[in-house]
Structure formats: structure tokens, C-alpha cells
């Protein structure tokens, strides 16, 4: 059984549709990366999957049930857990708070208390350690980038939506990064993420998938779709 | 009869020019002048003194219509880098020190006191009886002149670049058009128009004190151009005359229930007013007449 | 002089709560409430009608009252403001001065237009170090103060603070974090509307109750709110202050009933000077 279906999803903005018919499937503790050119939808499916964006048809599956009707709160207490591409912390509360909060309002999967899964994300995280009671808008991008994913990780989620997690991380922390969400892979996460690096993304997901203007142009194990020339000259750039 | 209906009708008509005036800052240059009824008091109180200074009503008005758009201008400079809710603070601020400062500098203004004695247009060549009506013309005259204007205004590049700043300042911006230039304009010349409101106020009454002025007149405003679809002058002509006709007229209904008492009324007539003007803002957002440009433009 | 400050404080004090009222409204909702006026007036009449026709003590009719109030703010979010919920803050600005005069009206029907007092006894004023403290500024100063300390204290320490801030740092992410929305706006409008009431109560205690009583205080409370920077709730209690002191000091050299017009200079001088607010230096989101 997959995990996570989206089924002919067609949703956009204000009446005007970005997604035209977008269909994927993730198997459970399984990974997909999405790749695509700016402004080819990524995000608007990431959002849509997460429940902040409503499609105005077709479904969206969270093991195997039907959450296309339920908002975001709702979908996060399922289990869903999302790290959007800007805009993903508190700015005007600490990095603490922004912890506190990640796992405040949504049952945990594991039962644990705060201080427990605080100090478990500061062993995945040990930058954070020092910035605790710093304000998140006075950190670096990079920084902020792990706040909000261990913030999201707090609950340890069933389910993570990444938005370009590696944005504006320096090669070597986003070397890290991978490495910390290849071990929560295999806590039994699945995972759905976008990545602009797609040597990255696609070298760290079984599964790839390729969208442009809002249309799944191709899909299929992310090691195929790095191999092959044509994709690699046509959509993901010849990084 | 007769007489409630010259009275509506004088009523709406000054209305409806504030609400010309409201829909050019608001409507067509997205600026919001919570203030409205500060300036309409400047209006009616300049004219009102130069009357009763001796100087003849055309003169006075002219002189209203003047200082009144010197005051909008100045009032805007005060937010030229400021967003909406600021530039609505600060009008409505201006409005309320000036009705402070009206109520208390007596020797100016006789305060609570009120200005009696002020002279209509042309009072001398109409006939005893016919002062409402000759006032009435003269109204609808200053209504047809300001709706022609503001529709000039509308359709002129001018008005393009307003609604233009209006939806994205930064557009008006990288046009290399100056927006504060723009903001003072607009505010001026909305005043001017807001100039003549008062002083047919004044006109009207022929008596002005403090207690005529208040948010009411700022939320007829609003109600005419809401009503009457943001940006469209014919809008507020047919909000004014429909609606607003309805809310003065019911003025004169207190003979008919006699269970309410008058302050009843009058609150009642208020609370519709408000609660009509959330109403129409929810269920008809677009109100009844489309923008101009809008039916050019959008497919 | 030290009688000035002492009463520039309790001005200051009064302020204050509509002033973190408006400021949380602002914050979470995205929108300048102008019936924040009308709020503190329903507020202070809803004591009323518990106080005098009904004959409660004015402490149990104060808990009635914003029993009262707080029904009434929901109903406004639900029937005004909700259904703007997507459209420009503008339209909620002016949505708001509906509400206004809606509110203010609803008081007229019912109360009439002539001025009111609670059923309270006058008593001496105390003299203590050369002041002269009124029984009333000792009421408003230690109920203000608790009160400020309270929202303080849920703003800061616990889970519904936290969901308030994080809804008005950013609703997306607060969504997605599992924070419901509707019930934090819920939460926001009890909070401000008993802020307002208990503001309409000491003003009233403080003068008299009239349905203007609020309206003549939107300019003060509006200042108060810009001076803090308008989204920070703690800082326009500061910002209060500063105004309450500001606009006693200013009776030295202007007659008292220009208070308002001090308030509006203030403004106006600290928009064009600072913008942001005189305290507001917290990290500003866009
Ligand atoms: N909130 C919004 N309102 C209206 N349109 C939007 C909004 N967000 C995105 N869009 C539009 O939707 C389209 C897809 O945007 P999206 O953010 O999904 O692209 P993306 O693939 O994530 O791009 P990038 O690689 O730059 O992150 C774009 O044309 C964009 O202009
Ligand atoms: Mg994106």
C-alpha cells in the first residue's frame, strides 16, 4: 500500500491552476524527489500535499485515507510533517519556542516528552545547541533551514514534506543534511522532497519525479532518471 | 411633503459629492481617508466664517474649496511613506483635532455656539418661499460640475496611473512617476470637491455648530462608494440616490412610529448604516457598477 | 510636577489596555480594528446594565459584563469579520468602522444619549507624599496592572501565547504545525473584548459613561499602538505610557481638552521620523 497517493490533482491560485492533473504515489518509508524548473509547480504541489493549498479536483491519499477535505491542522495531526521552502520558522520567537511549538500541537508518534526529543534534535543538530534562546529571524538562512527541519521533525512524523531543504546551506552542511534525513529515513519516514540541487535530490530518493509547468513529464527510480541523457539535457540541467 | 423632499434630496446631494470625492481618494487612488467628515467640517466652517465675515457665498465657497485642498494635501504629506492604516489614522486624527479645535477657540469659531446667519447664493434675486429650491438647483449644479470633473479625471492618464499606484505603488515607481506627487494630488484634489460639499452644507443649514459633524458623514461616504462599486462615479451617483435617499428619508418616519422616540430613530438608522455597510463590503464586494476600466480590460 | 507624572501614569494606564487590545487584533488578524472605541462603550454599558438596573456589585457585573462583551466580539468575528477573512486588510479597516458604528448605536437604543454613572460611593481622595490620589486611580491602577501581567504572562508563557504569536508571525506555518487558526482568532477576540470592557468600566469609573466615551478614546489608543509599533502587544502598553505622560506634561503649556491633539502630534511626528514605532525593534516579517 502507498503511503502518500495524489490522484489527478489539478489546484492553483485565485481560479488560475498550476497544477494541471498531477498524479504520484509514494510506498510507504519510501522517498520521491521532485525536480522541475523554477516555477514549474514544486512548491504549489508540496502545499497542496500538506493541506495549504485545496485542490479544485482530484484526491490526495495519507495512507490510503482521503484527506483532500481536511485543512493542514488536521492533516499534521496525521502524522504529517512539512518544512516549507522560505518562511519556515517563528521569526519573532526562539529557536526553543519554535522547537516547543513543532511538537506542542500534534500527538507525537513516539511518546516522549519535550525534553526528550529536544535533546534528541540537538544530537542530529548540534549547531542549534548555542542559538537555543536566540531569536530565529536573527539566524542565517542555513541555520534557520535546521530549526524548521528539526521543528518539524519534533513529533517524529510518519510522513515529511521537504521544500529544497538544502537551500542556502553550504555544501558541506548540505552534505549533512542529507546524511541526517537519509538516518530519519530509516527511523521508517516516507518521504516527499524537492530539490533544485538534483544530484542531490535524486541521490538521496528511491524514487524521482520530473515536473514542468505543472505536468509530470517523467517519473521512475531517481537512479534511472539520473542516468538518462535525454532527461538530464532536457529538464535537470547538466549539473 | 414637498418639504421632506427638498430636504432628502439637498441631503443626498451633498452626500453624494463626498462620496465623489471619497471614491477619487479611495476608490481610484486606493488612499483611505477615515477623516472624510474633518475635512467637510473644514469646508462648511471656512465658508461659514467668510460669510459671515461679509464676503459673498461664491467667495467663501471658493475660499472653502481652496483651504480645503491645502489641509488634504498637507494631511497626505504626513504618510508619504506610510501604508494604509497609517494614512487612516492619521485623517481621522486631523478630523477630530479639528472638531476639538472648533469647539474650543471660540473666539474664532463661537464654539459650541455655533456660525447662524449664513448667506446663500444668489439670495437676493429669489423670491421669499423659494430658497430650498433655488438651493436645490444650485446643488445639483455643483453635483453635475464635480461628476464631470471626476470623470475626466478618471478616464485622463492621470487616472490610469491612480489606479495603477493603487494595485502596486512600485509599478507608479519604476514608471519613474513620483508617488508621493501622485498621493498629493489625488488628496487635493478630493478635498477640493470635499471643500464644496461642506460649504453646500453650510449653505443649506445657514447654521453650523460641532454637533453636525461626525464618523457618520465619513461612513455615508464609504457606504456610496461601496455600494457603488469601487472607482465608479456612476456607482456612487446611483448609491447615493437609492440608498442614502432611503437612510435621510427615513428621517422624517419618526411621525409615523410613534413607538420609537427620536434618539431611537436616529440610532437605529445608524446601526443599519453600519451594519448595511459590512453587509454590502461581504455579498456584493464589486458593488453595483463595475469599475470603467475594468470593462475594458478584463476578459 | 509629580502630580502631573502621577496622573500622566493613570492616563497611561487606561490607554493601555484597549492599546494591547487593538495591538493584538492587529497582530493575529492583519487588520486595524477602528470599533475598538465602540468595544470599550459596549463593554462599559454591559457593566452597567449589570450594575445598576440589575443591582450587581460592580466587581461580579465587571465578570458579567465581559461575560457579555466577549459574546458579543465572537458574534462580530463570526458575522463581519470571518467571511472578509480573504480579502484586503482594507476591507476589514473598513468593515471595522461599520462594526463601529453598529456597536455604538446598539448602546444608543437602548441606554439613550444622556451621561450615566455606576452605583458606586465618591470617596475622599487620599493624600500620600504630597499627591492627591483619587480612590478611582488606586482601582485603575492596580486592576490595569493585573491585568497586563496576566495577558503577559499567557502571552509569553503558555500554549495559547504561543499559538497567538505564531499565528501572527506567520498562519501558514502555524497551520501546518497543527495550530488551528479559528480557535486562536476565538481566543484573540475574548482577550481584546475583555481587555475593552474592563477599560470601558475604568473609564467610566474614572468619569462618566456615555456612548462617546470610547470613540474619544480610538486616537489616544491608536497612538499609543503606533508609538509601540503597532504588531507588538507588550509594546504599546509602553508606548501608552509615553503617551499618557507626554499629554499630562503637555498641560503645562496647552489647555486640557487638547489632550487628543497632543496624541495626534505624536503621531505625526513619529511617522515621519520613525515609521516602526518607538519600540518597535523586533525582527518586522515583509
Ligand atoms: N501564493 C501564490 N499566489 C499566486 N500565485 C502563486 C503563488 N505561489 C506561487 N504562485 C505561482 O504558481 C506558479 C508555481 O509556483 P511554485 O512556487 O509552485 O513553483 P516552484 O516550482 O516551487 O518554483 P521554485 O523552483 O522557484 O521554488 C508560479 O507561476 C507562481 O507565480
Ligand atoms: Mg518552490
Redesign the pocket.
Known amino acids: 500500500m502507498s503511503a502518500f497517493e495524489l490522484e489527478a490533482v489539478v489546484a492553483?491560485?485565485?481560479g488560475?491552476a498550476?497544477?494541471h492533473g498531477v498524479s504520484l504515489s509514494i510506498a510507504a518509508n519510501g522517498s520521491l524527489a521532485v525536480v522541475?524548473?523554477?516555477?514549474?509547480?514544486?512548491?504549489?504541489?508540496?502545499?497542496t500535499a500538506v493541506g495549504l493549498v485545496r485542490p479544485t479536483s482530484g484526491r490526495v491519499l495519507l495512507e490510503g485515507g482521503d484527506v483532500t477535505r481536511l485543512d493542514a491542522p488536521g492533516r499534521a495531526r496525521r502524522g504529517l510533517g512539512y518544512v516549507p521552502?522560505e518562511a519556515n520558522v517563528f521569526r519573532n520567537m526562539s529557536v526553543r519556542e519554535n522547537l516547543k511549538i513543532g511538537l506542542e500541537f500534534v500527538p507525537g508518534r513516539v511518546r516522549a516528552s519535550f525534553a526528550q526529543r529536544l535533546s534528541a534534535m540537538l544530537e542530529l543538530f548540534p549547531e542549534l545547541e548555542p542559538k537555543l534562546g536566540t531569536l530565529a529571524g536573527h539566524l542565517s538562512g542555513g541555520q534557520r533551514q535546521m530549526v524548521a527541519m528539526a521543528a518539524a521533525l519534533m513529533p517524529a512524523p510518519s510522513f515529511l514534506a521537504l521544500?529544497?531543504p538544502s537551500a542556502g546551506l553550504s555544501p558541506r552542511n548540505a552534505a549533512l543534511l542529507f546524511e541526517v534525513i537519509g538516518r530519519v529515513a530509516r527511523y521508517g519516514v516516507t518521504l516527499l522532497m524537492?530539490e533544485?540541487n538534483t544530484r542531490l535530490g535524486l541521490g538521496a530518493a528511491d524514487e524521482g519525479l520530473v515536473?514542468v509547468s505543472?505536468e509530470v513529464k517523467a517519473k521512475g527510480p531517481a537512479a534511472g532518471l539520473l542516468d538518462d541523457p535525454q532527461m538530464r539535457s532536457l529538464y535537470l540541467g547538466s549539473r | 411633503m414637498i418639504s421632506y423632499l427638498i430636504a432628502t434630496s439637498a441631503l443626498v446631494i451633498i452626500a453624494a459629492i463626498a462620496g465623489l470625492a471619497l471614491n477619487l481618494q479611495w476608490g481610484l487612488g486606493g488612499l483611505v481617508n477615515f477623516g472624510l467628515f474633518g475635512f467637510y467640517m473644514l469646508g462648511a466652517y471656512v465658508c461659514g466664517l467668510f460669510s459671515v465675515w461679509g464676503a459673498p457665498p461664491l467667495v467663501a465657497m471658493a475660499g472653502a474649496i481652496v483651504l480645503v485642498a491645502l489641509a488634504s494635501a498637507a494631511t497626505s504629506l504626513i504618510s508619504i511613506r506610510l501604508s494604509e492604516d497609517y494614512l487612516a489614522i492619521v485623517t481621522l486624527g486631523f478630523a477630530e483635532c479639528l472638531k476639538l479645535f472648533i469647539s474650543y477657540e471660540e473666539w474664532l469659531t463661537r464654539g459650541t455656539l455655533g456660525i447662524p446667519g449664513i448667506v446663500r447664493p444668489f439670495a437676493a434675486y429669489v423670491p421669499q418661499g423659494y430658497g430650498d429650491a433655488a438651493f436645490l438647483g444650485f446643488a445639483v449644479l455643483c453635483l453635475v460640475v464635480v461628476f464631470a470633473v471626476f470623470e475626466r479625471v478618471a478616464r485622463s492618464p492621470f487616472g490610469r496611473l491612480l489606479r495603477a499606484s493603487r494595485e502596486d505603488p512600485a509599478v507608479a515607481d519604476t514608471l519613474g512617476k513620483n508617488v508621493l506627487v501622485l498621493r498629493l494630488k489625488t488628496f487635493a484634489l478630493g478635498g477640493a470637491a470635499l471643500g464644496i460639499a461642506g460649504s453646500l452644507h453650510a449653505f443649506y443649514y445657514t447654521y453650523i455648530d460641532p454637533t453636525q459633524f461626525g464618523t457618520i458623514i465619513t461612513a455615508y461616504a464609504f457606504m456610496a462608494v461601496v455600494i457603488g462599486g469601487r472607482g465608479s462615479n456612476v456607482g456612487v451617483l446611483i448609491a447615493s440616490f437609492t440608498v442614502i435617499a432611503l437612510l435621510e428619508g427615513s428621517r422624517f418616519l419618526i411621525d409615523v412610529f410613534p413607538v420609537l422616540d427620536g434618539s431611537q430613530l436616529a440610532a437605529l438608522r445608524l446601526f443599519l448604516v453600519g451594519a448595511g455597510l459590512v453587509a454590502i463590503l461581504i455579498f456584493k464586494p464589486d458593488g453595483l457598477v463595475r469599475e470603467y476600466r475594468l470593462r475594458a480590460t478584463r476578459s | 510636577m509629580a502630580q502631573l507624572l502621577f496622573n500622566g501614569l493613570v492616563t497611561g494606564l487606561l490607554i493601555a489596555l484597549p492599546a494591547l487590545s487593538l495591538s493584538l487584533t492587529f497582530s493575529v488578524l492583519r487588520f486595524a480594528n477602528y470599533a475598538i472605541g465602540a468595544q470599550i462603550t459596549l463593554g462599559a454599558y454591559a457593566v452597567y446594565l449589570f450594575n445598576v438596573p440589575l443591582g450587581w456589585p460592580l466587581l461580579l457585573s465587571t465578570a458579567a459584563g465581559m461575560v457579555l462583551a466577549v459574546a458579543v466580539g465572537l458574534l462580530v468575528q463570526a458575522l463581519a469579520y470571518e467571511p472578509l477573512r480573504a480579502r484586503s486588510s482594507v476591507t476589514r479597516l473598513v468593515a471595522s468602522i461599520g462594526v463601529a458604528l453598529a456597536l455604538e448605536n446598539v448602546v444608543r437604543f437602548f441606554a439613550g444619549n444622556s451621561p450615566r454613572g455606576y452605583g458606586v460611593e465618591i470617596a475622599r481622595p487620599l493624600r500620600i507624599a504630597g499627591l492627591r490620589i483619587n480612590q478611582e486611580q488606586i482601582t485603575i491602577m492596580l486592576s490595569v496592572l493585573v491585568a497586563l501581567v496576566l495577558v503577559w504572562v499567557v502571552f509569553r508563557f503558555t500554549r495559547l501565547g504561543r499559538a497567538m504569536r505564531a499565528v501572527a508571525d506567520d498562519a501558514d506555518l502555524a497551520a501546518v504545525r497543527g495550530i488551528r487558526r479559528g480557535r486562536v482568532v476565538a481566543m484573540v477576540w475574548v482577550l481584546a473584548s475583555a481587555l475593552a470592557t474592563l477599560a470601558g468600566v475604568l473609564i467610566g469609573l474614572d468619569a462618566t459613561l456615555d456612548p462617546q466615551m470610547g470613540w474619544n478614546y480610538v486616537l489616544p489608543v491608536f497612538t499609543a499602538a503606533i508609538l509601540g509599533g503597532i504588531a507588538n502587544p507588550m509594546a504599546a502598553v509602553a508606548g501608552a505610557l509615553t503617551l499618557g505622560i507626554a499629554s499630562e506634561l503637555a498641560t503645562l503649556v496647552m489647555a486640557p481638552h487638547y489632550r487628543a491633539i497632543v496624541a495626534f502630534l505624536v503621531m505625526a511626528v513619529l511617522l515621519l521620523v520613525r515609521p516602526s514605532g518607538l519600540f518597535g525593534k523586533q525582527w518586522v516579517a515583509k
Open positions: 492553483g491560485y485565485g488560475r498550476v497544477l522541475g524548473p523554477n516555477g514549474s509547480g514544486k512548491s504549489t504541489l508540496m502545499k521552502q521544500d529544497e524537492i533544485q515536473l505543472g
